[in-house]
């Protein structure tokens, strides 16, 4: 019975770490402490005894030493001689140790049970550990789960039995998430809970983006390409400066791949996110002028102790610069660590209409009066000092304010529609630069890696 019992005890202690993947000496080494902890309980913390645990054959022996005495004061220190002899078969004398071994019905129900939930506290904390550990060890890396439950915003993923967590501000808005999906994510925190540790996976964060262009590209993944720095906007857009440590192989080039075929794999994965790849440079006024593609900036300043830069721009591409909602600059600003400031070339000369434009209004003689004065220009004749202008024959005081609301309304109207037919037409200068970066017709050609050419890869194109 005691043997049966034995082999029940190590089968059901093992069964519960069987799908833990806890090793066999360390569950031995458990179940030791455990039955120690049974014999003080029963004994005394001044028992001796042994527990060997034998997970091969299932068996648990616990043997109790006790000193042989005439007559016993501590009957879990001593045993008196004539029970000695009648347990054994070897001759026995007065001092020596005594060892038997310790029947384990002896112990009870109630300590078995205590024991049974001593050691699934044990296998939980053991268990906690080794998760902990084992994701500890894969941050930064990728794992792919698949999507049970969607909570509140987070998204909880399994992974090798283990809940993974997919908060929402590590989430790319532009994803829907439904159970039994499967998803892609890097490991990005690992955190020491209460009721166990908590595995934080992101999809925003960067370094999820730096992994993929390893995945998907064997010269980034060997080394041979560097990716030097990224910015991002999780699901709208990304910069990504790399460098190549082999002058035969263009990183641009390289990245893109054929058609495109790279970074469109890494595309669809970011939910159509627009990639720019960049060449990158250690001169930051070249760096700082690529990373603003699309557009072309005339001239970059650099202060390096500041940490800032003063970008000049062609007046037609301040806003293609800049960005949609000043997104192009922010990235390019995240991406090489300086703070920019982008201006146009030059300032826009004021709005103006000659003179003769209002011969009609003004009258032959007092247009040629004006003439004569030196006014050619509304502009000028509206900046003149107001007692200088009345001097001239044939102007009174409303007559001038006459003059001056008329050429005011003139000038405004003329400005406005100056200022849309410019807009029309920088739009059509954004448009077209960004329809050329976007077509990716192959690999770079040298020629573009010099000038450090930029591939952008949007969602659409991607397709």
Do not use: W
Request: overall charge negative; glycine content about 6%; proline content about 4%.
């Amino acid at each position: 019975m005691e043997v049966t019992m034995n082999y029940e005890i190590v089968e059901s202690f093992a069964q519960m770490v069987k799908e833990k993947g806890i090793d066999r000496d360390i569950l031995a080494g458990i179940i030791e402490d455990i039955f120690s902890m049974l014999m003080r309980k029963k004994y005394g913390p001044d028992a001796r005894f042994d527990v060997v645990v034998n997970m091969d054959r299932g068996d648990i022996a616990i043997y109790l030493e006790r000193t042989v005495v005439e007559t016993v004061t501590d009957p879990n220190l001593e045993i008196d001689i004539e029970t000695a002899r009648r347990k054994s078969d070897d001759p026995i004398e007065l001092g020596e140790d005594f060892v038997e071994e310790v029947d384990l019905a002896s112990f009870g129900r109630r300590l078995i049970v205590s024991a049974k939930q001593n050691l699934n506290q044990r296998i939980k904390e053991i268990e906690r550990e080794m998760i902990y550990n084992e994701y500890t060890s894969m941050l930064g890396e990728i794992v792919v789960g698949e999507i049970y439950q969607v909570r509140r915003g987070d998204v909880l993923v399994i992974h090798n039995r283990n809940e993974l967590v997919l908060p929402k501000s590590e989430q790319i808005y532009r994803d829907r998430y439904r159970k039994g999906d499967t998803l892609r994510a890097i490991v990005k925190e690992v955190r020491k809970n209460s009721g166990g540790p908590s595995v934080i996976i992101s999809r925003s964060d960067p370094a999820f983006l730096k992994k993929l262009f390893e995945l998907e590209i064997p010269e980034v993944y060997d080394g041979i390409i560097e990716i030097k720095a990224i910015a991002r906007e999780p699901g709208d857009r990304a910069k990504v400066a790399v460098e190549s440590h082999d002058d035969r192989i263009d990183p641009v080039g390289a990245c893109v791949g054929m058609k495109g075929v790279r970074i469109h794999a890494i595309v669809r994965e970011l939910s159509n996110e627009n990639i720019d790849v960049i060449n990158y440079s250690p001169d930051p006024a070249t760096y700082i002028s690529r990373a603003l593609s699309p557009a072309r900036p005339v001239r970059v300043e650099v202060d390096k102790a500041s940490r800032k830069a003063l970008v000049v721009v062609p007046n037609e591409q301040l806003s293609l610069a800049i960005g949609r909602n000043g997104q192009n600059v922010r990235l390019a600003s995240r991406l090489t660590g300086y703070e920019l400031e982008v201006v146009k070339e030059r300032e826009e000369p004021e709005y103006d209409i000659e003179l003769v434009e209002f011969k009609e209004e003004l009258g032959e003689e007092l247009y040629m009066k004006l003439i004569e004065a030196g006014y050619d220009t509304a502009q000028e004749f509206l900046s003149a000092n107001k007692e200088d202008l009345l001097r001239i024959e044939g102007l009174t005081e409303d007559r001038l304010e006459e003059l001056f609301r008329m050429m005011k309304e003139e000038l405004e109207g003329g400005e406005e529609e100056s200022e849309e037919e410019g807009s029309e037409e920088g739009e059509m200068v954004s448009e077209k630069t960004m329809t050329e970066s976007a077509e990716v017709e192959g690999e770079p050609s040298r020629e573009g890696e010099s000038n450090g050419q930029r591939q952008e890869t949007s969602g659409p194109s991607a397709e």
